[in-house]
């Protein structure tokens, strides 16, 4: 015979562990930071280059061995790069929320929208991984960027 306390113990636990793992479903968006010149040029060239259907401009703000992915997986260096953002275009608005930079390396975390209304909702979020030689303009390394799936 089963004790009717230790079976609504057990319940107990298991429904309140169960409660403590779910995600809550909306985050407030983060607040937009100002970037340095160096690093703004980068998001704003980007922009450029997507809202003009630019690949080659596009790749251009890449290293020569930089990294894209794609929905099969990573390209990297010009060529592929190039080949990835051939079908780039739209009213692109990148935003960032944090970055940092030590010697030739940086990053930079943002978010994306699309359409011509600054404070847009946000579609997704990205991270910029950023290389330079000694005193040469920043470049992107390597592209992260995610969509934001609606809550469940």
Do not use: C
């Not at 968006?29 to 010149?37: A, D, G, M, R």
């Not at 980007?46 to 020569?64: I, K, V």
């Not at 990148?94 to 209304?117: N, S």
Request: glycine share 12%; aromatic share 10%; no cysteine.
């Amino acid at each position: 015979m089963r004790s009717p306390s230790l079976f609504l113990s057990v319940t107990l636990i298991v429904t309140a562990s169960g409660m403590g793992a779910q995600e809550p479903t909306s985050y407030a968006p983060l607040p937009s930071i100002p970037l340095p010149p160096a690093l703004e040029r980068v998001l704003r060239d980007y922009e450029r280059g997507w809202r003009a259907g630019d690949e080659a401009g596009l790749a251009a703000l890449f290293t020569p061995d930089g990294f894209v992915p794609t929905h099969a997986g990573w390209v990297r260096g010009t060529a592929a790069i190039t080949d990835t953002y051939g079908n780039a275009s739209g009213d692109l608005q990148l935003r960032a929320l944090a970055y940092a930079t030590a010697d030739t390396v940086g990053y930079i975390i943002g978010a994306y929208a699309y359409g011509g209304t600054p404070g847009a909702p946000d579609r997704g979020k990205f991270v910029l991984a950023l290389r330079r030689a000694p005193d040469g303009p920043w470049l992107i390394a390597a592209d992260l960027d995610s969509a934001n799936r609606p809550s469940q």
